[in-house]
Every structure is written in C-alpha cells, then in structure tokens.
C-alpha cells in the first residue's frame, strides 16, 4: 500500500508571512496538531506545530517554523512510513510532489488504516471497510473468515 492511499489530500497549510496567532487560530479551529508552511506557489517551505507555538519566541510563523521537514512522495510505502513516524518521533509527514505538497499522512492516517483492514482467514484476501465484509470476494468465504488485522508499527 502507497501513502496516497491513505494520506489526507485536504491540506490545510498556512503561509510564512501569516502571524503566530493565525498558525494558532487554524490549528485549534481544525483540531489539528500541525500545519506544513508553504509559499504562495504551494512548494513545501518548513512545518509549525504546537510545540513550536508554546516553545519558540516570535511573531510571525517564519520565526517559529521547523525548516528541515522530512517527507515522503506519494509512492512511498505506508510500512516506510510506518518506520519513519515511529523511528523519527514525529507525528506527522507532509506528501510532496515536485516541491509541492499533495498530502500529509499523520498518525491518526495510520491509526484508522489499521482499523479499516480485515483479512480472510482462508485466501488472505485483504479487505478494506468498518465492518467485516459480508464474504470474499476471492474465495466465497462468509464473514466469519474474516479477521481484523493488525500490523505492528515499523513492520
């Protein structure tokens, strides 16, 4: 599975220019954790999170931001993604396409990806939705077949 599966495609992002107050007002309003910076051609200039809210003295989101933000493109594999989140400590990853960003993958991303999966216990089939398929589209198998499935982070 590919990061552009399962990567929010609405970004909200928020300008270098904009003021530490507004970085503040969209992430509480969205409830969201952390904003990728970016120009006015959408091209990935740093990240600002909370952390950097409460922890770095400024005015103005430049200021504060994080320049070297680490990211992955769109056909990066969510296992390596995965490992990066885990390994690096970081909560969230802006998806970047020529310099753009297209996406972002966060923990929750990850978090409802494994809650969405369900595999047939007689093929393997993976199956994709809340609730357990009524049968496999494989094999025929009913939904008892089927159980949730569950990879560890970094695996």
């Known amino acids: 599975m590919k990061a552009h599966e399962i990567m929010t495609r609405t970004v ?12 503040a007002r969209l992430l509480a309003r969205n409830r969201i954790s952390g904003l990728p910076v970016v120009n006015e051609n959408g091209m990935l200039l740093g990240l600002v999170t909370e952390h950097d809210l409460i922890a770095r003295p400024g005015r103005l989101v430049s200021e504060i931001m994080s320049r070297g933000v680490i990211t992955i493109s769109p056909d990066t594999e969510v296992e390596q993604v995965q490992h990066l989140l885990t390994n690096q400590r970081i909560r969230r990853v802006p998806v970047v396409e020529d310099g753009k960003v297209v996406g972002i993958v ?12 369900w595999v047939c216990g ?34």
């Open 122 to 155: 007689v093929c393997g089939e993976l199956v994709r939705g809340a609730e357990p398929p009524a049968g496999c589209p494989r094999c025929g198998a009913d939904a008892q077949a089927f159980v949730h499935d569950v990879v560890p982070p970094g695996m």
């Open 12 to 23: 909200i992002s928020i300008r270098a220019d904009a003021t530490v107050e507004d970085a």
């Open 106 to 117: 966060s923990r929750s991303d990850l978090v409802r990806e494994i809650a969405m999966r």
